[in-house]
């Protein structure tokens, strides 16, 4: 086990609404990373987020948007939830970017959105 | 742009096999090469992984080797068992001057080893 959690495990939704999403990082870790994994794909980079600012954001819109607490855990927000927003969002702790730390992946949350 | 390619995409052999995995990136920049497993239900898990600085490591009956002049790399499992099945995903790391270093996976290969 990586000691990243998440919750909740699985979460439905209906189109419009919006949803949080919760990442526990490892011990010692101040960096998390949120991905989305749709169903047969690899992860895609969502953003990232060291010591409690976003430092780097993937192709996704405004309405995905996240927060880091002074414990290193984070939270991932989507707002006005859409129907390809359906996936597997993993979230990964590590430890300083730009230094080639690995990223230890959580179980995800699946969330489905009808 | 920034992207990985991954072959095969689905790869089936016998018990006691060998199989291998390649991907291709983009990214000359990129110097960090992680392998994730990643089983039914599960998050990626880390099995092995190969900084720039080296071409080949090996971790028991995994091992991976880099080609950083052809930006290739590729994952080996030797004497394959039952418990191995699973979706193997490569990944580059890329660094923006943001600050941020994210992964850019591949598209999977999920692997069944048959009894």
């Known amino acids: 086990e990586t000691g990243v959690t998440q919750s909740p495990t699985h979460l439905i939704k209906t189109r419009g609404q919006q949803v949080t999403l919760r990442c526990s990082s490892q011990?010692?870790?101040?960096?998390v990373s949120w991905y989305q994994q749709a169903l047969g794909q690899g992860p895609q980079f969502i953003f990232q987020y060291y010591r409690e600012e976003e430092n780097g954001r993937g192709n996704f819109p405004p309405r995905f948007s996240g927060l880091q607490f002074p414990n290193y855990s984070s939270e991932l927000n989507v707002n006005a939830l859409e129907l390809d927003d359906s996936a597997l969002y993993l979230c990964a702790s590590s430890l300083d970017p730009g230094q080639q730390e690995t990223q230890y992946f959580g179980p995800g949350t699946r969330l489905l959105v009808l | 742009g920034e992207n990985v390619e991954q072959h095969p995409s689905t790869l089936s052999v016998q018990e006691g096999d060998s199989a291998v995995i390649k991907c291709t990136y983009s990214?000359?920049?990129?110097?960090?090469f992680p392998w994730y497993k990643q089983e039914l239900g599960k998050g990626p898990q880390l099995i092995i992984d190969i900084r720039s600085n080296v071409g080949e490591k090996k971790d028991q009956r995994i091992a991976v080797t880099l080609n950083k002049t052809a930006k290739h790399f590729s994952l080996h499992i030797t004497e394959t068992q039952p418990e191995d099945s699973a979706v193997y995903f490569c990944a580059a790391s890329i660094y923006s001057q943001g600050g941020s270093e994210k992964l850019v996976f591949g598209k999977g290969t999920k692997l069944t080893v048959n009894p």
């Open positions: 011990s010692g870790h101040n960096t």
């Open positions: 990214d000359s920049a990129s110097n960090y």
